[in-house]
């Protein structure tokens, strides 16, 4: 074969080569791509949440640059719950609840997070500490989110020393160890919750702030302290969702009315 046949040939094999491997890591980067969002895409709200917010004779639902401010019709107390949602549900699923505790008279911000992830944005309730200083704060989240709440709670941060006055943990426990605390906290589980069993609970329990007040709802799972449906992973719940939305919103209440009367 002469010197002139073989260098197209190479020439040829060669360019085909590099059009493979940049057609392959085309084909990566994609995938990777379409992975991450289908990772990060909120699992949306039920109906029922997003007839949540809207406003009659009970409650102001009030649209905000940072998710909504759920406000009683009535006279407020002086105590409000700022609220983390949990990883990749979308902010609006818990209005059913929260409605609730806005009607028993307490503010309540639902919080938007970045991406759908409250640890993305931990101090997110700053917003809130900010424009509302005649307000005492309660922080509050649902699995992840009541992780980046307890984190923002307990931080040094003056701010948050001068406006939060407890801690509410739904499906959740704290990353860092804060049984030598002393912040008033809730901590609300479900019986049916597959996502935080029973066993984890028993562990995580200690190393919570020091007087914690432990509830557990009978019949309750992981996805019930929101409307968004099924959650991979969890149990079937033995408890009706208003119901349950109910019986969080009452255990919430009750627990927003002892750090009001401190």
């Known amino acids: 074969m002469s010197r002139k046949t073989a ?5 040829v094999a060669s360019r085909r080569f590099w059009l493979i491997f ?10 990777v791509v379409f992975y991450v969002w289908q990772a990060l895409k909120p699992i949306p709200p039920a109906p029922e949440a997003l007839g949540a917010l809207s406003s009659d004779s009970a409650v102001r639902v009030e649209a905000r640059n940072w998710g909504y401010l759920l406000r009683p019709a009535g006279e407020a107390a002086k105590v409000g719950l700022a609220f983390y949602p949990g990883a990749r549900v979308d902010y609006r699923a818990y209005a059913p609840v929260l409605r609730q505790v806005a009607a028993a008279g307490y503010p309540v911000a639902l919080l938007w997070v970045p991406f759908n ?10 917003v809130v500490l900010e424009g509302y200083p005649q307000t005492k704060w309660v922080l509050a989240g649902h699995s992840m989110g009541g992780v ?5 709670a307990t931080s040094s941060d003056p701010l948050v020393q001068r406006s939060v006055v407890g801690l509410i943990l739904w499906a959740s426990y704290p990353q860092n160890d804060l049984s030598s605390r002393t912040l008033p906290t809730l901590a609300l589980f479900g019986s049916k919750d597959g996502l935080l069993t029973a066993e984890e609970r028993a562990r995580q329990i200690p190393r919570m702030p020091k ?10 799972n ?17 408890l009706g ?22």
Do not use: C
């Open 148 to 152: 980046a709440a307890a984190n923002f």
């Open 222 to 238: 992981h996805a019930g302290f929101g409307a968004y449906g099924a959650q991979p992973g969890d149990q079937p719940a033995d």
């Open 117 to 126: 992830l409250a640890i993305s944005d931990q101090d997110r309730a700053r």
């Open 7 to 11: 260098q197209p040939q190479t020439l």
């Open 22 to 31: 940049f057609g392959l890591m085309l084909f990566f980067a994609a995938s």
């Open 211 to 220: 007087g914690t007040q432990v509830e557990v709802i009978e019949g309750l």
């Open 241 to 262: 969702q208003p119901e349950g939305w109910k019986r969080i919103a009452q255990a919430t209440v009750a627990f927003l009315r002892r750090v009001d009367s401190r």
